[in-house]
């Protein structure tokens, strides 16, 4: 069975740390472009995070300098690192992989690149809180 599952969602003080992960199932990820996006009530889908299968990455102002991707090929897992995490950063967190994997890392966080994702995990909910 294809799909991506998330972990590592949780309950953290503002100022904290979490490592998110989003391991592949029935299919390799090092050949795809990986997303990571967010929901939050009252607020539109943001792509945070995304990497290419070159390797570039694209991370939009606001989470530049605070969230790191990355990839594990041998896990078959890609990583979402967040730091000096804010209340503001609470909402549902997804993983999502494109086998169209050409164009910009910014192209795949984009509104048109999340449409064209071919897989998506469940989502693991991350809550900011003092």
């Known amino acids: 069975q294809v799909q991506l599952v998330e972990s590592g969602g949780g309950l953290v003080q503002p100022g904290g740390s979490l490592r998110l992960s989003c391991t592949a199932s029935?299919?390799?990820?090092?050949?795809?472009?990986i997303g990571w996006f967010r929901r939050a009530p009252g607020k539109e889908r943001e792509g945070v995070s995304c990497i290419s299968s070159s390797g570039s990455t694209y991370y939009p102002d606001s989470v530049k300098g605070r969230f790191t991707i990355s990839r594990d090929n041998a896990k078959n897992t890609v990583y979402l690192q967040m730091n000096v995490l804010k209340p503001e950063d609470t909402a549902v967190y997804y993983c999502?992989?494109?086998?169209?994997?050409?164009?910009?890392?910014?192209?795949?966080?984009?509104?048109?690149?999340?449409?064209?994702?071919?897989?998506w995990g469940k989502g693991t909910l991350v809550t900011v809180s003092s």
């Open positions: 029935g299919f390799t990820l090092d050949s795809y472009a």
């Open positions: 999502a992989a494109a086998e169209n994997s050409l164009l910009s890392a910014y192209y795949y966080c984009s509104a048109y690149g999340a449409d064209g994702m071919d897989y």
